[in-house]
């Protein structure tokens, strides 16, 4: 780092190591800020910036990434391909906060430019920083000049997957950073052997790590090293190895490559397991992400056809993978129904969940605590196809009998807490039960509150401006609230948000009621567009089905 009059240097290590380039902007800005008002602004963030300044040397030993919650996490990423990204987007949004207010205290001091040295090196969970930092500023009128200077080309075609991602990352930032011309350095492309990685990285905590931060590119480095390692040195399976690079490609965008990654797994498998665990996230990504619901199916149907004739032990093992290829195989007769007639889309989803229960049977009685995940995501998904089939009654009950321990919760599942009380109130609306739901909701939104989530905090405002509206409540508590979202959704640079509570300003004013208006999320979001720099779906499974 230095710093030279009005301008900031900042420097990235070819490491790419989560959150280095933060803390390297961390670092500069408290060296030229006085000690005083460092720690007044410091304060206001001091949870959240923990979270990013000072681990990251330390990566493989962080509680973040240790213990249930983190294994719960990965299982999300990894076994259901889901964007499980909203605790690290809540963190990023108060430390590019943080940063933001900084750079205003020494911009109103002179400082006019930050460059970002060697930028093909930055980490992404950094750029998400540095992007959503810029984001704030230009919406306080902050025209400081951010600027990004590589020394070698990273917009370029390759066959390399960690020079692909650099490109697609960069492709994805705020449109006014600026970025050098790097003419003179034509000829000069990013290539693989750029990247270091360090000793004390190679190990599948760090990885782990780098899945859940979404450092991609940290996780291709230990993927490839591993896959051309010998034997003696491999942290895990080419099979697992495979997979994992499948998953991060998932995670792109790149689904086409993804496939052929999860073919490799398939063809590595030295068991029936390995085979049935790496024929599901295949089927799982032709079914969510391609589409291609009826190859996804045949997929799976030829994996539970070789693991329920394989001639081993009926084991927890054999158990588990069995219930998840049954899980994954409702999922796409789901999908399949919600395209036909009522009548015959009612019977197929009752099928569904007989099967969806015949898997919870066979894993009921384990008290192995990896299958938590799979156990809360069978019977959430029986309680999700009572919704699809409108019988709200009978989902609020299953609901509530089959995750009651998490309504009468401790601090470790306040998180499952909000989020089921959240969707326990959308239900209770759609029953058309206004007094119990706003009970609920109103719940939610304290939850949300006293973890200070804002991205929640809002859909939860939406969810109950829309029902005091077809509860015909009083019009100043209304509007109240509706000015409460529409600023949180101007303050966090979320045109859609505000574009939804402006049409519940109209219909409040102009007694539409509800019929016109985007109606609530089915359940509170697990990631944020606008913050993520990765693959954002394009459709909302859950509200297609429920529609």
């Known amino acids: 780092m230095t710093y030279t009059l009005s301008s900031l240097f900042i420097e990235s290590n070819s490491t790419i190591q989560s959150y280095y380039t933060a803390n390297r902007l961390y670092e500069s800005l408290n060296s030229i800020t006085t000690d005083a008002i460092f720690s007044e602004i410091h304060k206001e963030y001091a949870i959240d910036t923990s979270s990013v300044f000072g681990y990251f040397d330390n990566e493989k030993k962080n509680p973040e990434y ?12 990894m076994l259901r391909l889901s964007r499980h990204h909203i605790k690290r987007a809540k963190i990023i949004e108060n430390v590019s906060n943080f940063f933001a207010d900084l750079i205003l205290y020494n911009y109103q001091n002179g400082l006019k430019k930050i460059v970002f040295m060697r930028a093909e090196f930055i980490d992404r969970p950094s750029l998400m920083i540095i992007n959503r930092t810029i984001s704030i500023l230009r919406r306080n009128n902050i025209e400081i000049n951010i600027s990004f200077d590589f020394q070698r080309n990273v ?34 492309e990013l290539t693989i052997d750029d990247f270091n990685l360090r000793d004390d990285f190679y190990n599948t905590n760090v990885l782990n790590a780098a899945i859940i931060e979404q450092n991609f590119e940290l996780a ?11 034997k003696d040195y491999k942290i895990m399976s080419d099979q697992m190895t495979y997979r994992n690079l499948g998953v991060i490609e998932v995670n792109l965008g790149n689904f086409e490559k993804a496939i052929i990654y999860f073919d490799k797994a398939i063809n590595n498998s030295d068991s029936v397991i390995e085979y049935s665990r790496n024929s599901y996230i295949k089927a799982l990504c032709l079914i969510k992400r391609l589409k291609k619901v009826e190859k996804g199916l045949k997929v799976i149907d030829q994996a539970i056809l070789k693991l329920y004739n394989a001639d081993i032990e009926k084991d927890i093992k054999y158990k588990h993978e069995m219930a998840w290829l049954i899980n994954g195989q409702c999922l796409g007769r789901t999908i399949l129904a ?41 019977l959430a998904n029986i309680a999700f196809l009572l919704e ?3 019988n709200y009654t009978k989902a609020i009950d299953f609901w509530e009998k089959s995750f009651a321990p998490i309504l009468a919760s401790d601090d470790q599942y306040r998180e499952g807490e909000k989020a089921l009380t959240y969707r326990l109130g959308i239900l209770y609306l759609n029953l058309g039960d206004l007094g119990k739901s706003e ?13 200070d989530n804002p991205f929640h905090i809002n859909v939860i405002f939406y969810a109950i401006g829309y029902l005091k509206i077809l509860n015909n409540d009083s019009y100043n508590t209304t509007l109240d609230l509706i000015n409460k979202g529409k600023n949180l959704s101007i303050h966090l640079g979320d045109s859609k948000m505000r574009n939804q509570f402006e049409e519940l300003n109209k219909s409040l004013d102009d007694n539409f009621g509800s019929k016109m208006l985007e109606p609530p999320k089915v359940k509170l979001i697990s990631y944020i567009p606008y913050i993520d720099l990765s693959f954002v779906p394009e459709i909302d499974l859950n509200k297609q089905l429920t529609s």
Do not use: P
Not at 157 to 170: D, G, T
């Open 338 to 378: 919600s395209r036909m007639n009522q009548k015959d889309k009612e019977s197929v989803l009752f099928e569904i969940i007989g099967k969806e229960m015949e898997a919870y049977r066979l894993i009921s009685h384990e008290k192995s605590f990896h299958l938590i995940y799979l156990k809360f995501n069978l």
């Open 439 to 451: 009970v609920l909701l109103k719940r939610a939104l304290a939850l949300a509150k006293s973890e």
């Open 155 to 188: 917009f370029i075609n390759s066959e390399i997957e960690l020079i692909n991602s650099r490109a697609q990352v960069f492709n994805k930032l705020d449109r006014i950073i600026k970025i050098k011309d790097y003419s003179n350095i034509v000829g000069r």
């Open 220 to 230: 291709f480095l230990i993927l490839q090293y591993n896959l051309h390692s010998n």
């Open 388 to 390: 699809i089939l409108g």
């Open 66 to 77: 240790n213990g249930n919650l983190a294994t719960l996490e990965l299982q999300a990423i």
